[in-house]
Nanobody, 120 residues
Framework: QVQLVESGGGLVQAGGSLRLSCAAS????????MGWYRQAPGKQRELVAAITSGGSTNYADSVKGRFTISRHNAGNTVYLQMNSLKPEDTADYFC??????????????WGQGTQVTVSS
């Protein structure tokens, strides 16, 4: 089983920065897309940013120009650099990875989430 362990959340003032990290470990053959999702209280989980194993990226319109996703393939680690944070970025942030198992089955794995709070 694969585990995704997130770190880097916390409390920051509006305009500040945070960097989230997510490391994948366990039994797997490969990871395709890795990404970050977020869920604010009372709202649905939404995609923030994603990156393929080849380095192609995709961002939610609300974070374009402020957030940057990157990836260290050898370490199965994905990062989210968040700059110019706004109160509306407050949410629980979840790491996601699309994984190829040892039985040649693709599936999605999720981290437990890390809380980001942006004060005004």
């Amino acid at each position: 089983q694969v585990q995704l362990v997130e770190s880097g959340g916390g409390l920051v003032q509006a305009g500040g920065s945070l960097r989230l990290s997510c490391a994948a470990s366990g039994n797997m053959l490969s990871i395709n897309t890795m990404g970050w999702y977020r869920q604010a209280p009372g709202k649905q989980r939404e995609l923030v940013a994603a990156i393929t194993s080849g380095g192609s990226t995709n961002y939610a319109d609300s974070v374009k120009g402020r957030f940057t996703i990157s990836r260290h393939n050898a370490g199965n680690t994905v990062y989210l650099q968040m700059n110019s944070l706004k109160p509306e970025d407050t949410a629980d942030y979840f790491c996601n990875a699309h994984i190829l198992s040892g039985t040649l089955r693709w599936y999605d794995s999720w981290g437990q989430g890390t809380q980001v709070t942006v004060s005004s």
